[in-house]
């Protein structure tokens, strides 16, 4: 089964007002479940929209988004359920912490759920160790962690809900590189010990390419391009007319094809540009 | 040589926490140039931002001096005036855009620093044109900051400091909010003041790619300068850059790589053109050695 689906799904921000926007215009996107998608675009592409149709939090002006094979809006009254299942980290949620303690403010959302305090309790400890923090900082305020420990703190409140959708809009931006691969690779993590489904916005080529088992381009309000990150990456031109960016290694393999040498495009990490250096070189050498 | 504008000598500050003295940044020594283009780069917490402060006046040294346009510091002996007089010519860009508009139309947030400094109606006009044109946001002058990108917000607070003619500006991680167009855009910004204007620029940062532009890198770490020079010293000393908990651009890594498997190839590549000069380099060097054998 699939996760997550949209289907003819329209959505336009202050319709009947001269700001009138359309933010997705009739798209039909399959989200696979169990795995990690990442979602990338421009600012204005759709992108941030579609995370907030599957959790219910906006609802599309026309068309169906079914979680789990279920159309979410079937019955508006049990939207709240679909927020459970789909869990949305935003941008910066760091900024929307505001329990007392660290503690506090992860039980915020099981609490909220209505589950017993020895659940909630589980869930706490369970979330709080999935991001890496360990219990000394429960007691803390959170407002006294550094910048990527309060992130850390946000991401285990929504996984404290245990949603079978995370959805995570940009959850490395503003961090150095070292916090950057800290939160990425706890999130991977996740992904695999509660065999759920991630969804990763991110305006970085590179994470996207190292921390993703498929990708999905959004350009102009419309899916551009969906595939793994090889898939992807192989069509680096057809990226960089859309504006968007290609890691670096991308860019020698197309510049060295450019010049005229056979080796093969669709590379994006610095170990498989290494091996196919090493193969040309040494090929070269050899013969 | 160019004159020196930013000069520390063993510069240090610490603040106490539980009767604990924190140092963050422990006798530092440095100096700028008028016109130069420094990238600071360093992970969060090694002292960047506190460094970038201290500059700016807005934070007192523990230790040590500061001296700037040739002029030592020294809040005891100077009337506040002269502090602000100071504090004039270092303009500030900080990280979050939206953070940094007051104002609710473009202009008069950019008006608002000339206004505060009591200049003339006539000449904070032309001061805030001249800005927008700089920023290239002219045309949205009559706009809401609301209705604006990250980017294009970033932007209007730049022209802010613009109008206030300042003669460095440090943008403090002023692209690590943005989209990859957004950040592109300030970049060309901070380059345009910097050629054309010749203003002082410190670009804290983490992005890699950003700090190539620059005409000299500083990596920080634990509050000591650990590396400074060209990009092209700065980024080939990966293993530092690496302890220092930062990135080096991917050609520069892959080129290590295959390095330590015993190709000679530039440890110094920072550009994917660079990277496709070095392999064909080896390809014809290596045909060559063939044909004369």
């Known amino acids: 089964m699939n996760a997550a689906e949209l289907r003819g799904v329209s959505y336009i921000y202050s319709e009947n007002t001269p700001f009138r926007k359309v933010a997705v215009n009739d798209i039909d996107i399959t989200f696979e479940e169990k795995i990690i998608t990442g979602i990338i675009g421009h600012t204005g592409s759709g992108k941030s929209t579609v995370s907030q149709l599957l959790n219910g939090l906006l609802k599309p002006t026309s068309g169906t988004v079914s979680v789990e094979g279920k159309d979410i809006w079937e019955e508006p009254k049990k939207i709240r359920q679909v927020r459970f299942t789909v869990g949305l980290v935003f941008q910066y949620p760091e900024y929307q912490l505001f329990e007392e303690t660290v503690y506090k403010d992860i039980a915020f959302g099981p609490k909220n759920m209505g589950l017993d305090e020895s659940e909630i309790d589980r869930r706490v400890r369970t979330a709080a160790e999935l991001v890496g923090l360990t219990p000394d900082f429960f007691e803390k305020s959170p407002f006294d962690l550094s910048g990527g420990q309060k992130r850390r703190v946000a991401i285990a409140g929504v996984m404290a809900m245990r949603p079978r959708i995370l959805i995570l809009d940009e ?4 961090l150095d590189p070292r916090g950057r691969d800290e939160i990425l690779s706890r999130i991977v993590e996740y992904q695999k010990k509660t065999d759920s489904t991630v969804l990763m916005i991110s305006h970085s080529m590179e994470d996207m390419a190292a921390y993703c088992d498929k990708i999905l381009v959004m350009n102009e309000a419309k899916p551009f391009l969906y595939g793994t990150p090889a898939e992807i990456f192989g069509q680096a031109e057809v990226l960089e007319r859309v504006g968007l960016s290609v890691p670096q290694v991308t860019k020698l393999m197309r510049e060295l094809r450019r010049r005229g040498y056979d080796v093969r495009t669709d590379i994006y990490t610095v170990e498989q540009a290494k091996a196919e250096v090493e193969r040309l070189v040494g090929g070269d050498a050899a013969c | 040589m160019a004159e020196t504008i930013i000069r520390t000598e063993n510069l240090s500050f ?5 009767g604990n003295r924190i140092p963050v940044i422990e006798n530092l020594n ?3 140039e008028k016109g130069s283009f420094v990238a600071v780069l360093g992970h969060n917490g090694s002292g960047k931002s506190t460094l970038a402060k201290l500059i ?22 100077m ?6 007089a100071l504090r004039q010519r270092i303009g500030m860009v900080f990280q979050n855009p939206d953070n940094q508009l007051v104002a609710t139309v473009v202009e008069e947030d ?30 949205f002058a009559k706009h809401s900051p609301h209705q604006l990108s990250g980017g294009q917000k970033q932007r209007v607070a730049i022209a802010g400091i613009i109008a206030l003619r300042p003669d460095v500006i440090i943008f403090d991680e002023a692209t690590a909010m943005l989209d990859p167009r957004g950040r592109a855009d300030i970049l060309a910004t901070i380059e345009k003041l910097n050629r054309e204007f010749g203003t002082t620029v410190i670009h804290i940062t983490h992005y890699m790619e950003e700090a190539i532009r620059a005409g000299r890198v500083i990596v920080i770490d634990d509050g000591k300068i650990v590396l400074d020079g060209t990009p092209r010293e700065v980024f ?3 293993d530092t850059v690496k302890a220092a908990g930062l990135d080096v651009p991917q050609v520069t890594e892959l080129m290590l790589e ?3 498997d015993g190709f000679d190839f530039p440890a110094d590549a920072l550009t994917f053109s660079e990277g496709a000069d070095a392999v064909e380099a080896y390809i014809l060097k290596t045909r060559n050695k063939k044909e004369h054998s």
């Open chain 2, 14 to 18: 610490a603040y106490e926490e539980e």
């Open chain 2, 110 to 139: 950019v008006a608002f620093g000339p206004e505060n400094l009591g200049i003339p109606p006539a000449e904070i006009r032309k001061r805030v044109d001249d800005a927008l044109d700089i920023v290239g946001m002219r045309a």
């Open chain 2, 258 to 260: 295959i390095r330590k």
């Open chain 2, 236 to 238: 080939s000393a990966v």
């Open chain 2, 56 to 77: 700016n006046l807005i934070l007192t040294p523990t230790g040590g001096t500061l001296s700037l346009f040739g002029e030592k510091v020294d809040e005891k002996e």
């Open chain 2, 30 to 32: 440095l100096e700028i």
């Open chain 2, 79 to 84: 009337s506040d005036d002269a502090l602000y």
């Open chain 1, 171 to 174: 959850p490395a931006a503003g």
